[in-house]
């Protein structure tokens, strides 16, 4: 069984190594297409995973369009929090809608083709959007940190033009910064193999597949990580190390259950979400295999988008008020 299924990766390796070409000005043959394996298994696997992840994704896209629409029309949704969990559900649904399609595609096909250009466009709106996910957690520690340690100067604070303004702040920002990485992959020349071997096209196999010189690539990735990952995880650690504090010297049990409880559910995104972007970014990927690289990618990719709405609706009381009056008119 091995040794067929070696086989059969052999076989699409040699169909897909050199599709559609061009010739380079220095006699280079440059890529202009790519061949994505997906999850190299069983048919019966890969039918059910299809239409796992068909379900996923249509419950995501319900599940957040659920929550936009009510923050939107509920009057006791119109607060900071509840805005920029609807701009949270926002990035879910670019994160997903980026990779699901084509995703879907490959996985009923057993592999699937893209375009370079094409793949670099699916990087630039997934990358945008979890780049803007990682400044809204930070932005929502940083309300949840205003409202338990300065509660009264909370409305003066957090503005609704504030919000508003601070929201365009980080969408801008967010596909700016990965427009910064687009630019430097489309002066890439892409000569050699052109098989990666995962589900979509994440920057770094599309990038190990060129023949040009990566170096400043690689130092613009780390030196863009910081606005991107470690200045986002400072601001919610700090906020959250405040917040810890002035909830201990709060008297009474019931009062600090009551605080806690108000950022429980960012408390389990951002675990999620950080958790599984490290996993997959920053912890080395030697000796792991490829499926579990990308079962680790399916998790922020797919499933942490599914299940935010989740957490958001079933563990906040509000919003379930707001769907039961909504329910009630109908």
């Known amino acids: ?11 699409l390796l040699e169909i897909f190594t050199f599709p559609k070409m061009k010739v380079l000005e ?5 890529v202009i297409e790519i061949f994505l394996l997906g999850f190299q298994v ?4 890969r039918i059910f995973l299809f239409c796992l992840l068909l379900m996923v994704y249509f419950g995501t896209i319900c599940g957040n369009l659920l929550i ?3 923050v939107s029309t509920s009057k006791i949704l119109h607060t900071p929090m509840y805005f920029f969990i609807s701009q949270l559900s926002i990035t879910d649904i670019l994160v997903i809608t980026a990779v699901a399609p084509k995703l879907l595609h490959v996985l009923l096909n057993n592999g699937g083709t893209i375009t370079v250009n094409g793949c670099i466009i699916q990087f630039y709106f997934l990358g945008g959007a979890e780049t803007v996910e990682c400044f809204l957690l930070a932005v929502m520690s940083y309300d949840r940190y205003v409202a338990i340690c ?20 980080y969408w801008v920002l967010g596909f700016s910064i990965v427009l910064i990485y687009l630019i430097t992959i489309a002066k890439l020349n892409f000569c050699g193999p052109n098989v990666i071997d995962h589900i979509f096209c994440d920057i770094l196999p599309l990038v190990e597949l060129s023949c040009s010189d990566t170096y400043i690539f690689h130092l613009q990735m780390f030196l863009l990580s910081i606005p991107i990952a470690f200045i986002p995880i400072s601001i919610i650690v700090v906020s ?14 019931i009062g600090r259950h009551k605080a806690f409880s108000t950022c429980s559910s960012h408390l389990i995104v951002v675990s999620i979400y950080f958790w599984t972007m490290i996993s997959v970014y920053v912890v080395p990927t030697n000796g792991q295999s490829s499926t579990i690289n990308k079962i680790q990618s399916l998790l922020y990719t797919v499933f942490t988008p599914f299940i935010n709405p989740i957490i958001y609706s079933l563990r906040n009381k509000e919003f379930i008020k707001a769907i039961k009056k909504q329910v009630i008119k109908m």
Do not use: F, R, W
């Open 26 to 30: 220095n006699n280079l043959t440059a």
């Open 1 to 11: 069984m091995a040794q067929h299924k070696n086989d059969n990766l052999e076989t």
């Open 68 to 70: 936009i629409a009510l």
């Open 240 to 253: 959250y190390i405040y917040i810890v504090v002035s909830v201990l010297k709060i008297p009474s049990s």
């Open 42 to 45: 069983s048919q019966d696997l």
């Open 150 to 169: 300065k509660p009264l100067h909370y409305n003066a604070i957090m503005k609704s033009g504030y919000c508003v303004i601070l929201t365009l702040i």
